[in-house]
């Protein structure tokens, strides 16, 4: 709290960082903690602080004239508007475009941690260790693309030889990809660097694991539908704004000693102020078939298509008002999006336990002393520091789709289901027909027509 | 090869020397390590792991007082070996649940094996809450991974208690739950000395997760297939150590790699082709009976496991004809042989050329922290994790074999896939599946 900043348009997606950068102030003041890491005897850390300043020449020029606390917020607001627009943009473009994007963000998170680690383990110079990192980049990405495009597009799959081998293959090449990462880091093993290796493998690892896997569950989500992308994404930002603007006009008692700035007030006012604006972004989303249908890959055109019968929570619903609701606003029934409520489970979960996402990337950024994860946006430091909070949330509206929401996806049941035996295949098609016609779904078996 | 051992029986043998080879293996290793291990960066010394005390239950110890003290050695390895070769046929006999088990067993002992030498490396014994958090973790993956396994393979239970549907139903969000607690506490447990250490325990829990936990999960899995696929890797591994031990033995000369010296070209090479005929062997052997070959049901009537089943394909003998060379040679025709023995000539190469490289990796990974065995747990043998380092990407491999190149996926699950999906979504698949059979001409088209 010690910048007041500048906010760009409506209240998009300003980020609320200088939480994290006033603990990084604070931490740098504080003597203690260097001593007390000490006792191990793991490596002193001295990474350099990242001082390259990104910022272009244009901006500076504008900003010259002001007062250099107002020329960073300066800074970081025209960089907020420049995010937000590039967000819109990207909504704009279609899901193709924001594939694209996710996949980028991931490369440059993945980055910037390894680099950290780099720089803790002073291991520039071991043989190998850049190469192998990105090459074990490539095979998870590449297990995790495969297993997504099989699902998706199953038609274009079924059409081509070459990619019919690859899907049908796929885990067993993705091993072998894998497998022959895991010999050269063994063969690459030097005798001196036995225990560098080692933490930089598990580093890596433990990278791949948090950053690449929960991409790919950003991307499953993009699938179902944009707004499963849109309204989480929205919903994190919203809040970490909310729980600032909380902060700054009532903020009084710490919620906790890892960031100081943070405050109960902001994190309670942030919770409704998110409940608020999840159930009013839901609604606005909702109406439009570009956001609620699930992508498809349309092979005829060989192009994504947001096309479709929305499903039933998509569709308005009248809910009638518990008494005590009743009495209060006075009205019967309330006709929402059943998505709003979801929103709100959503928006819940993202107020509560996002920022502990936060506070982990905070710890982490202390228990190796960095103030950001790299320079990438002026002002805001890098990829890292804006989407710490999301990889929970990715997870969370995961699991929330594949609990609450969806069934199994139909075309990857209907690819199972071709690849069984012949016999199996008779079996189930006999059980299902006479489970459709019990239904009445279809007709009885004397008047079925080919 | 500094030692001449006694021989034993010829299955004693197998588990003998494989012991020996890694004992051998580990005191060269001590040797040599020393001081070129130091590295340049302030890592300095030894990560002060203790010496671990001397295992050897007493009776042991009085029966062998007269022998000096190398040939005492041995007869502990030997007489470990035997015990444990025992115990491997009794589990086998008692049965896939008795197997789990015993799979689970091992896990937490390699796990808590880990992690222990985490705690020794980083002096981290009196980090707050970490060892709760360490078992919380390996509890929520474990229930993660056993909960999908139980859904996929007991259905019927599943459906029909009540309580299970419901866990069955939600279980990916109650797993979520369950772990997200574990990171909220982790969180909440950081305390201002100790962020870096508490940061590096959570980077090694998971780590030790993601090797220990899941691979002994993809075992289970093989071992539903038919506890074929569970023993045949598992023999191929241990008898590719033995045998390239033995034939590093009598005739190694050039060295394999420099991590580990003991290992040369010949023991690796005498080692592959040994591993394959063994291979061939074991599953002729055990292919002819349906205890080892059918998959293991559960039967919801009498609440048992069961392998009881018509074997499939794989384990009916077939006669394949032989190339006109190798008719030639041994004047035979055609052969007779189970298909799986096609398949085991995969896993013993397997086996044979990518399980050093695990033995390879533990032996870097001991060299890295400067210990001699992960534990003492065994007398004369060290760790849990010392005899199993080899088998972790076997499992992960016959695993992967199987998905992709025996079965497809398991029907039971699509139909209750199918069954999960919308009526009009239902009624889709099965107009295409209508005409996918219509095609192939499994179906005939009514009038």
């Not at chain 1, 902060?247 to 309670?268: A, D, M, Q, V």
């Not at chain 1, 228990?367 to 990715?394: E, N, S, V, W």
């Not at chain 2, 040994?274 to 292919?287: K, R």
């Amino acid at each position: 709290m010690t910048e007041v900043r500048k906010r760009g348009g409506k209240g998009g997606d300003a980020d609320s960082v200088s939480d994290k950068e006033a603990d990084g102030e604070d931490r740098l003041g504080l003597p203690g903690e260097a001593g007390g890491d000490g006792e191990y005897k793991a490596d002193t850390p001295s990474v350099p602080p990242s001082t390259a300043d990104n910022t272009p020449q244009f901006l500076k020029e504008a900003v010259e004239g002001l007062n250099p606390r107002w020329k960073n917020c300066c800074i970081r607001g025209v960089l907020s508007m420049a995010m937000i627009s590039g967000f819109f943009m990207m909504i704009y473009l279609g899901p193709i475009m924001l594939i694209v994007v996710v996949m980028t963000i991931q490369i440059k998170c993945f980055q910037e941690i390894i680099d950290i680690g780099y720089r803790v383990y002073h291991s520039y110079e071991l043989p190998w260790f850049r190469t192998l990192s990105w090459y074990f980049l490539v095979c998870v990405n590449y297990f995790f693309y495969g297993e997504t495009l099989a699902e998706y597009f199953g038609a274009l799959v079924q059409r081509e030889e070459p990619l019919q081998f690859l899907v049908r293959y796929h885990r067993f090449i993705s091993f072998a990809v894998y497998l022959a990462g895991f010999c050269m880091f063994v063969l690459s093993l030097v005798k001196k660097h036995y225990r560098l290796q080692f933490y930089m493998f598990a580093w890596t690892h433990v990278t791949l694991l948090i950053v690449v896997t929960q991409s790919h569950l950003v991307i499953q989500n993009l699938f179902e539908g944009m707004i499963w992308f849109l309204v989480p994404v929205s919903i994190v930002i919203c809040n970490d704004i909310m729980a600032y603007l909380f902060g700054f006009f009532f903020g009084r008692t710490p919620l906790i000693k890892l960031s100081p700035k943070k405050t109960w007030e902001g994190f309670i006012g942030g919770f409704f102020g998110t409940l608020v604006f999840g159930f009013i972004l839901a609604y606005l989303l909702a109406q439009f078939q570009y956001f609620v249908c699930p992508v498809e890959y349309n092979s005829e055109t060989n192009r994504f298509t947001a096309e479709c019968e929305p499903s039933d929570i998509f569709v308005m619903h009248e809910y009638t008002l518990p008494f005590t609701v009743q009495s209060i606003l006075r009205w019967k029934t309330v006709t929402i999006y059943p998505y709003q409520i979801h929103s709100v489970a959503l928006s819940t979960f993202g107020s509560l336990i996002g920022p502990f996402g936060g506070f982990f990337a905070s710890g982490f950024k202390r228990a190796f002393k960095i103030k950001d994860f790299a320079d990438t946006i002026p002002g805001h430091g890098g990829i890292m520091d804006r989407f710490d909070c999301q990889y929970l949330m990715a997870t969370f509206t995961h699991v929330y789709i594949a609990s609450f929401i969806r069934g199994p996806n139909p075309s990857k049941v209907l690819q199972q289901l071709l690849v069984l035996q012949p016999e199996q295949q008779l079996s189930i098609f006999n059980a299902m027909r006479d489970r459709l016609r019990d239904r009445g779904i279809l007709p009885p078996a004397a008047t079925e027509a080919m | 090869m500094t030692e001449l051992r006694h021989r034993g029986t010829t299955e004693n043998d197998l588990q003998h020397q494989q012991s020996e080879d890694k004992g051998s293996e580990s005191e060269g290793k001590a040797e040599k390590d020393g001081a070129s291990d130091s590295e340049s960066k302030p890592d300095t010394g030894p990560p002060g792991v203790p010496v671990p005390a001397d295992d050897t239950p007493e009776v042991l110890n009085k029966a062998l007082s007269g022998l000096s003290s190398r040939w005492k050695n041995w007869w502990v390895r030997g007489i470990l070996t035997l015990a444990m070769i025992s115990f491997f046929f009794f589990i086998i006999y008692l049965g896939p649940m008795v197997l789990m088990l015993i799979v689970l067993c091992v896990q937490i002992k390699c796990f808590q094996e880990i992690i222990h030498i985490g705690y020794s490396v980083y002096h981290s014994y009196h980090l707050p809450w970490f060892r709760t958090l360490s078992w919380y973790f390996l509890l929520c993956v474990n229930y993660f991974f056993y909960g999908e396994t139980v859904t996929d393979y007991f259905s019927n239970l599943v459906q029909r208690e009540e309580p299970l549907r419901i866990l069955s139903k939600y279980h990916r969000l109650i797993s979520f739950a369950m772990y997200l607690t574990g990171f909220c506490m982790f969180v909440l447990s950081l305390v201002k000395k100790h962020y870096r250490l508490q940061f590096y325990m959570f980077g090694w829990t998971h780590v030790t997760l993601l090797i220990v936990v899941t691979q002994s999960h993809l075992i289970i899995h093989n071992l539903f297939e038919g506890m074929i696929w569970f023993i045949v890797p598992i023999s191929c591994v241990i008898c590719n150590d033995i045998m390239a031990y033995m034939f590093g033995f009598f005739f190694g000369r050039t060295p394999l790699i420099k991590l580990s010296p003991k290992k040369t070209w010949e023991g690796f090479i005498g080692g592959f082709f040994s591993t394959v005929v063994f291979g061939i062997l074991l599953s002729y052997v055990m292919a002819g009976y349906s205890f080892f070959v059918c998959p293991v049901e559960f039967n919801s009537d009498r609440n048992s496991f069961e392998v009881d089943c018509e074997p499939s394909d794989l384990f009916q003998l077939q006669d394949y004809a032989l190339p006109a060379a190798l008719e030639s040679l041994t004047g035979w025709p055609t052969l007779r042989l189970y298909p799986f023995q096609i398949h085991s000539i995969s896993l013993s190469a397997f086996a044979s050329l990518m399980g050093p490289f695990g033995g390879f990796f533990a032996s870097g990974f001991k060299r890295a922290f400067k210990i001699k065995d992960f534990a003492n747990t065994i007398p004369g043998h060290g760790g849990i994790m010392d005899r199993f380092d080899c088998q972790y990407l076997m499992a992960t491999f016959v695993n992967v074999y199987i998905a992709s190149f025996i079965r497809g996926p398991n029907p039971a699950k699509v139909v209750q896939q199918l069954l999960a999906l919308r009526l009009d979504q239902q009624l889709h698949i099965f107009n295409s599946l209508k005409t996918h059979l219509t095609e192939r001409g499994l179906l005939e088209e009514e009038a």
